[in-house]
């Protein structure tokens, strides 16, 4: 591609925004512009949706909800940091969950990652990782999950070709655990008042499948 190519296709990438900007207002905003109203003054999230920063994944979309209802908390490769009361580390991710758990009283936490996940390939890819130094010290939040899969390669348990999925899924796993130590979020769990649901998002099928603990396997959403 040449360079003006190049520029006349960023330039309508830029316009398409601005369009979009309209269409939402006449398409969306004025048929329920008293739903606006409404929801301009207060939010009441039921769920907690804790996503993959990728540009694909789209929480309101494939819950099919709308304005108001998911508190959404997006990172690459949708990790949770590991619970520590005084830390200070991590904190856009920390403290979005406190929000939405503590003052916004969610009913439902959903971890959600997805297949060909950039950020779980990234755990096998130090080198690309070097120019990243940020990517790199995050990532580094799910250095366990790389472990298991690589021991379980070793031992024949998995395949290499079984890597990625492998991978995703049981980051998922992963996070949710680590979720689960959050002591505020284990009490409600425990009280009943608060469901925590790990999630793989098959983009290429259109599926969900949802973590189910006892069988310790995911089921697809029918």
């Known amino acids: 591609m040449e360079l003006h190519d190049?520029?006349?296709?960023?330039?309508?990438?830029?316009?398409?925004?601005?369009?979009?900007?309209?269409?939402?207002?006449?398409n969306e905003f004025i048929p329920r512009q008293q739903f606006?109203?409404?929801?301009?003054?207060?939010?009441?999230?039921?769920?907690?949706?804790?996503?993959?920063?990728?540009?694909?994944?789209?929480?309101?979309?494939?819950?099919?909800?709308?304005?108001?209802?998911?508190?959404?908390?997006?990172?690459?490769?949708?990790?949770?940091?590991?619970?520590?009361?005084?830390?200070?580390?991590?904190?856009?991710?920390?403290?979005?969950?406190?929000?939405?758990?503590?003052?916004?009283?969610?009913?439902?936490?959903?971890?959600?990652?997805?297949?060909?996940?950039?950020?779980?390939?990234?755990?096998?890819q130090d080198k690309e990782l070097k120019h990243l130094p940020h990517t790199k010290k995050w990532m580094e939040l799910a250095h366990p999950v790389k472990k298991i899969i690589e021991e379980k390669i070793a031992k024949n348990k998995i395949s290499p070709e079984q890597r990625s999925l492998f991978t995703e899924q049981l980051n998922i796993v992963e996070q949710v655990n680590h979720l689960l130590k959050y002591s505020y979020i284990r009490k409600r769990v425990k009280e009943g008042n608060l469901n925590v649901m790990g999630w793989y998002y098959h983009i290429e099928k259109g599926e969900i499948y949802n973590y189910n603990r006892n069988l310790r396997r995911f089921i697809r959403i029918e």
């Open 6 to 26: 190049q520029e006349k296709t960023d330039s309508s990438y830029y316009k398409r925004l601005f369009e979009g900007i309209r269409q939402f207002k006449a």
């Open 36 to 124: 606006f109203e409404e929801l301009g003054q207060k939010q009441n999230p039921h769920t907690l949706f804790i996503g993959c920063s990728d540009s694909r994944v789209v929480p309101s979309l494939i819950t099919q909800t709308f304005p108001g209802e998911l508190f959404v908390v997006r990172n690459i490769a949708n990790l949770i940091p590991y619970y520590k009361k005084d830390s200070d580390t991590y904190l856009a991710t920390t403290a979005a969950i406190e929000f939405a758990v503590k003052q916004m009283n969610v009913s439902n936490i959903v971890v959600c990652g997805h297949s060909n996940c950039g950020g779980c390939a990234a755990l096998y």
